[in-house]
């Protein structure tokens, strides 16, 4: 959070909004389904591609705040398993945006402790992106700041499979049984905490297959701005908006006295 405000301009607009903001209540992960390029595009008369390529520097911009604010993990969804059916001349610019992302991006990433992964059925990407990919893993896994993941060839129910595969090998071999915990450890976002914030951009009111398992309580905010128009001013107006919100989870609000939750079972802490 210093970091953020050590970087605005005291005068500046994000300045007021970034001081609003509560530095105890961050959320720990925020989630984004960064939507509304081709329309961006559409909008000027350009090419779909030339909304990917002015999405790029709100990637940029989200990924900066984020890491200088402290937020634990930050989840961008770059392209779904349904992406392929899109025309090939536009996946294709979509896997060049991101190998010169990842090159140019580096030193960022390196300058914020960022430590980035890729979640999604990666292994089908091309060689050329899988490469880049594992070089930017390989280089950043030490870091400790933000935990950056770009879900790439995702799809939210294929992750579900693939850990529910992976879980019953172990079962099978008498190393796990089969509860929640267990699940989301084999989830690709194993050993992160779930996201507490699912922002959308462009107002579709759609969680298309994104981290199915891990929203299960996150607070979402869905906003008309499209992805390239997305701003540093108002990824805190999301923050803002989320710490102004009455996460419940199934609770009443504010905390139970003890005893008086009847029913609750063993080991489950009811908020
Ligand atoms: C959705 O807009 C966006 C995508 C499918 C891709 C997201 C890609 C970027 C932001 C740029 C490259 C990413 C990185 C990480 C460098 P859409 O095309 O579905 O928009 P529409 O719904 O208006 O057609």
């Given at each position: 959070?210093?970091?953020?405000?050590?970087?605005?301009?005291?005068?500046?607009?994000?300045?007021?909004?970034?001081?609003?903001?509560?530095?105890?209540?961050?959320?720990?992960?925020?989630?984004?389904?960064?939507?509304?390029?081709?329309?961006?595009?559409?909008?000027?008369?350009?090419?779909?591609?030339?909304?990917?390529?002015?999405?790029?520097?709100?990637?940029?911009?989200?990924?900066?705040?984020?890491?200088?604010?402290?937020?634990?993990?930050?989840t961008?969804?770059?392209?779904?398993?349904?992406?392929?059916?899109?025309?090939?001349?536009?996946?294709?610019?979509?896997?060049?945006?991101?190998?010169?992302?990842?090159?140019?991006?580096?030193?960022?990433?390196?300058?914020?402790?960022?430590?980035?992964s890729a979640i999604g059925?990666v292994?089908?990407?091309?060689?050329?992106?899988?490469?880049?990919?594992?070089?930017?893993?390989?280089?950043?896994?030490?870091?400790?700041?933000?935990?950056?993941n770009l879900a790439i060839?995702y799809?939210?129910?294929?992750e579900?499979?693939?850990?529910?595969?992976?879980?019953?090998?172990?079962?099978?071999?008498?190393?796990?049984?089969?509860?929640?915990?267990?699940?989301?450890?084999?989830l690709y976002t194993?050993?992160?905490?779930?996201?507490?914030?699912?922002?959308?951009?462009?107002?579709?009111?759609?969680?298309?297959?994104?981290l199915?398992?891990?929203?299960?309580?996150?607070?979402?905010?869905?906003?008309?701005?499209?992805?390239?128009?997305?701003?540093?001013?108002?990824?805190?107006?999301?923050?803002?908006?989320?710490?102004?919100?009455?996460?419940?989870?199934?609770?009443?609000?504010?905390?139970?006295?003890?005893?008086?939750?009847?029913?609750?079972?063993?080991?489950?802490?009811?908020?």
């Amino acid at each position: 959070m210093q970091k953020l405000l050590a970087e605005l301009a005291p005068a500046g607009p994000d300045y007021e909004l970034a001081r609003a903001i509560d530095p105890t209540r961050l959320p720990a992960h925020i989630a984004i389904i960064m939507d509304g390029n081709g329309r961006w595009a559409k909008n000027r008369h350009l090419p779909r591609v030339s909304g990917h390529r002015a999405g790029v520097q709100a990637v940029r911009t989200t990924v900066e705040t984020s890491a200088q604010l402290g937020i634990e993990a930050l989840t961008l969804y770059a392209f779904s398993m349904e992406n392929w059916k899109r025309p090939r001349a536009e996946v294709e610019t979509l896997w060049r945006l991101l190998r010169h992302y990842l090159g140019a991006e580096l030193p960022t990433m390196m300058k914020h402790g960022i430590r980035f992964s890729a979640i999604g059925r990666v292994d089908a990407l091309p060689a050329m992106v899988r490469g880049e990919l594992d070089e930017v893993i390989r280089r950043t896994e030490h870091n400790d700041g933000l935990r950056l993941n770009l879900a790439i060839n995702y799809g939210g129910r294929a992750e579900i499979v693939d850990a529910v595969k992976a879980l019953l090998e172990d079962v099978r071999a008498g190393q796990a049984e089969i509860d929640e915990a267990a699940i989301s450890a084999r989830l690709y976002t194993a050993g992160m905490p779930d996201p507490d914030l699912l922002i959308r951009t462009s107002g579709e009111m759609r969680v298309s297959n994104f981290l199915l398992w891990q929203i299960a309580y996150a607070e979402l905010y869905v906003t008309h701005t499209l992805w390239p128009d997305f701003t540093r001013a108002e990824l805190l107006e999301a923050i803002l908006d989320y710490q102004r919100r009455d996460r419940r989870f199934g609770g009443l609000g504010s905390p139970v006295p003890s005893g008086d939750a009847w029913m609750e079972p063993a080991g489950v802490r009811v908020r």
